[in-house]
């Protein structure tokens, strides 16, 4: 009978195993059709994500409920793996134990509380999913769902019900060491089994054991809870140093064989595993300004389909053209509508929020690119600022002489009349043509020249630094502004940049570096408040009251400055910092980034006046903006509220000259 259990167990072992290997070679195949892309450099630093991320469940836990069920069902199978691995070992081999590394005593402690850990997350699983049911489970495949928790709590009753027999047959040395197990034992005992009765008992729990272990590994190849695998080599594999959207990968524009990708096998294996890692949870959706303000856009349902784009286009292509044959749905039109790449502001909320790392943002961008470049097809007002920038050098349209005008009666050298100044100052182009930004930079420039800064300006020979272009898909464009400005400030021996503009601080920052371009880059509000640190700069006078910040996607979520701006504002007497309710990482995007400043909201409610809305409530009468953008749109959208009095929105910069003993810097330029 021995023998027989031995062949019945090895060879259920092995059939299941060999399906599994089977379906993960295909997978594994799948993912090789992307180009290559090298993400094995830093190992330590990625073995340190794993245990962060992974681990300790960081990101998970920032929904307490579902950090919690996640982090008992996780850590459960890894300690569980003991027990698998002891069910099995007992099947094939007789006698085959654990002992001699704790497996009766603090191994079978541990599989006995995380056996009932594990049952506890899937009961709250269960609520979650049924009863509490959030927004973000409603385009989920719930059939699925409940397969997976099923057969994690078959696994868990398999386990504790085969060694609670084996106590109750006597003689177990774990017993002491299984207080749950022992428990159930003796209920057994009350239904008045004899020891004997036992015996089949253990036999039945343990064939549902392994059997369920058994189908759980067929089943998850072919699941959306695949993830449960890749997630930990997608953690692994994650983009180091610049966030992945905060710096976008260059195109070769010379030898390119396409540009941008419009076929889900033009993405690097890295990419395609991010799709197999989706765990369908909604996080991204939730945090996502362009979905929760009516967009067609879900970043959730970008990965998804393209996921299944992917399995369909090798369901259906040959084997020898699969990276190059035609799809019988194509990735951009059929899977991913051109609607939701549109609608999407690049602010990152969804990739600051996904516990497993996936990059959004980049998809998104690599598919703009081919429609801009290899169909010409973008929104209309997109066009006037792309040729705009390609003509003028700024996405506003304006003569490139305009573009010191700003800087009348102020006393601001060029680099060629002060060729030895500290820093430079990159304007940027709102700064140099924007009203309301133009007083940003005259208040900005008086607080570097009262606390002594040494700074000068490219002047007429600063151009746009291309983000706009770059984040609509005009990499082209992009390159060749960013080419433009690295030669200008080679040609100045610049080493340290100033900008006010976080798109203009990240495109200098992260990505002029890929073209030759590397400096000391730094924002103004970090400047301004090592200055006010240094005793440079004293702020003495009183604003009583009220102040609360609206987090920048472009300092914030993708540079991950936080702290400077808000202690600017501590910095001015009377000051009284209130936060808006989506703050710091979970800020929300004024609606201006992604190219989107140059593009009309036709679908659903405008981002912006959800942001003043979401400010409003906070009652503080000043909200205080780090970049032009955001200072844009949140005017705009105080206008369009017809809230001016109850809101007043400036620029750090301006707030802080005017807590300084001078009068505040008029406005009003011509040109």
Known sequence: MTLVKSIAVLAVLLAAVAYFAVRTRRLYRMLRLGPNENRFDHIPERIRSVLSYVGLHTRMFRNLYSGILHFFIFWGFVVLLTAIIQAFGEGVVPGFSLAPIGGTTWIAFLQDLFGILVL??????????????????????????????????????????????????????????RPLSSALARLFEGFGWERSAAI?????????????????????????????????????????????????????????????????????????????????????????????????????????????????????????????????????????????????????????????????????????????LEESRFPKEAQGALRSIETQGNPYGLPRAQRTDWTQ???????????????????????????????????????????????????????????????????????????????????????KVIASCPHCFNTIKNEFPQFGGTYEVIHHTQLLARLIKDGRLKPNKAVDGKFTYHDSCYLGRWNDIYDPPREVIEAIPGAKLVEIERHHKRGFCCGAGGGRMWMEEKIGKRINHERVEQTLRTEAPRVATACPFCLTMFRDGIAAKGAEARLQVKDLAQYLAESIDEAPVSTTISG
Request: aromatic share 8%; charged share 20%; net charge neutral.
């Open 120 to 177: 506890v997350g899937v009961l709250m699983a269960l609520v979650n999913r049924l009863v509490i049911r959030p927004r973000q489970f409603h385009e989920s495949n719930e059939t699925d769902a409940l397969i997976i928790l099923g057969l994690i709590a078959t696994i868990m009753i398999g386990m504790l019900g085969q060694n609670a027999a084996r106590i109750a047959e006597g003689g177990d040395p774990s017993a002491s060491w």
């Open 200 to 372: 089949p008992a253990h036999e039945v729990f343990y064939w549902i054991h392994i059997l369920a272990v058994l189908a759980f590994l067929v089943y998850i190849p072919s699941s959306k809870h695949l993830h449960i695998i890749v997630a930990i080599p997608n953690v692994f594999f994650r983009k180091l140093g610049p966030k992945a959207g905060a710096m976008l990968a260059p195109i070769d524009l010379e030898h390119a064989e396409h540009y941008g990708v419009s076929q889900v096998t033009q993405w690097s294996w890295k990419n395609l595993l991010d799709l197999y890692s989706c765990t369908e949870c909604g996080r991204c959706q939730e945090q996502c300004p362009a979905f929760l303000t009516g967009k067609p856009l879900n970043p959730k349902m970008i990965i998804v389909d393209a996921r299944e784009n992917l399995y369909k286009t090798i369901r259906d292509a040959p084997a020898e053209q699969r990276r190059d044959a035609p799809q019988s749905q194509k990735l951009i039109g059929d899977a991913i509508k051109e609607d939701e790449l549109w609608a999407c502001v690049a602010c990152g909320a969804c990739q600051q929020e996904c516990p497993v790392l996936i990059e959004h943002v980049p998809k998104i961008v690599d598919m703009r690119r081919s429609l801009v």
């Open 409 to 495: 009666g102020l006393g601001v050298k060029t680099v060629e009349e002060k060729p030895d100044a500290e820093y430079l100052y990159f304007v940027g182009c709102a700064a140099s043509y924007d009203e309301a930004s133009r007083d940003v930079a005259r208040s900005l420039v008086k607080l570097l020249q009262k606390a002594g800064v040494d700074f000068a300006i490219l002047g007429p020979r600063e151009t746009c630094n291309g983000d706009p272009a770059r984040r609509i898909g005009n990499e082209y464009l992009y390159q060749t502004q960013a080419q433009q400005n690295i030669e200008a400030m080679a040609a100045a021996r610049v080493k």
